[in-house]
């Protein structure tokens, strides 16, 4: 398996998740354009546009760092513009950038709300649907390409919404993006999936919630390779997939997974909010 060579566009990579994941990739030597809005350094998160490149370059990557605000479909044009510039195409989508606030409804307000839609929803649509003409030129030159957005499997029950109605709604039309896009660009040879953590992962942004442990978490490495298990996988014949992390590891033979583990010896886990 290996992702040399190929162009990788992620939303929302300036640390956690979307970091990981670029530095799984980079080691291949990918190329690989980080588009977020954090320029300078947050007084209580880490990492900015440019230590995520450094960290990439670092690794054996090609790194382009774009201040971008995927909110905005004119900065996520220009983003993808510039990305095609300065590698010749894009081969990958990572869906990552996300905003969450786990409110009930009386206490969501309106402001959260829309931040959570504007982001994770139109951003994760309207971001799929700048990349889609450059995945199916990927397509068309047989450089198998993917989308993969970090979202939970679908489920109706009212149990995933009760705690924070708003947030679920939010995560679950990224899977809706999924679940129709999948089918949509099936044709055309563009792989459409979804991946989520059995576990909660420790990140900046889960760690400034109130009463979460993180010493019960697993690191977002797990995350990496799994997603890199993914984007190799022939996309003609994988798509429209809700994986999880530890599946998708275990279907590759890798079941000890103590390695994620945020604490060594580790044996209960917090379970993800989406996750039974």
């Not at 499997?153 to 939010?170: D, G, N, R």
Request: net charge negative; proline share 5%; hydrophobic share 45%.
């Amino acid at each position: 398996m290996s992702l040399e060579g190929k162009t990788i566009f992620i939303t929302g990579g300036s640390r956690g998740i979307g970091l990981a994941i670029a530095l799984r990739a980079a080691r291949d030597g990918a190329n690989i354009a980080i588009a977020a809005k954090t320029t300078e350094p947050h007084p209580t998160l880490p990492g900015t546009i440019y230590t995520a490149a450094a960290e990439i370059e670092a690794a054996g990557g090609k790194a382009l760092a774009i201040a971008c605000d995927i909110r905005d479909e004119d900065q996520i044009a220009s983003a993808v513009e510039e990305t095609v510039k300065r590698f010749g195409g894009i081969d990958i989508l990572i869906n990552n950038a996300s905003a969450i606030n786990l409110t009930p409804t009386e206490k969501t307000p309106a402001k959260r709300f829309d931040l959570m839609f504007d982001v994770n929803v139109r951003g994760t649509f309207l971001t799929s649907q700048a990349v889609l003409p450059h995945l199916k030129a990927s397509a068309a030159d047989g450089r198998n390409p993917h989308i993969l957005t970090l979202s939970p499997p679908l489920s109706m029950e009212a149990k995933w919404f009760k705690p924070h109605v708003a947030y679920t709604m939010a995560k679950y039309g990224m899977s809706m993006c999924v679940l129709g896009m999948s089918e949509e660009f099936r044709r055309d040879g563009i792989a459409v999936n979804a991946l989520w953590p059995r576990t909660a992962i420790d990140t900046a942004a889960l760690a400034m919630i109130p009463g979460i442990d993180t010493d019960f978490c697993r690191t977002p490495e797990i995350l990496a390779d799994s997603a890199y298990i993914i984007l190799n996988r022939k996309s003609v014949d994988c798509t429209g997939n809700f994986f999880i992390d530890d599946e998708v590891l275990a279907s590759e033979g890798i079941i000890d997974l103590e390695k994620y583990s945020v604490v060594p010896g580790t044996t209960e886990f917090l379970m993800d909010f989406f996750i039974d």
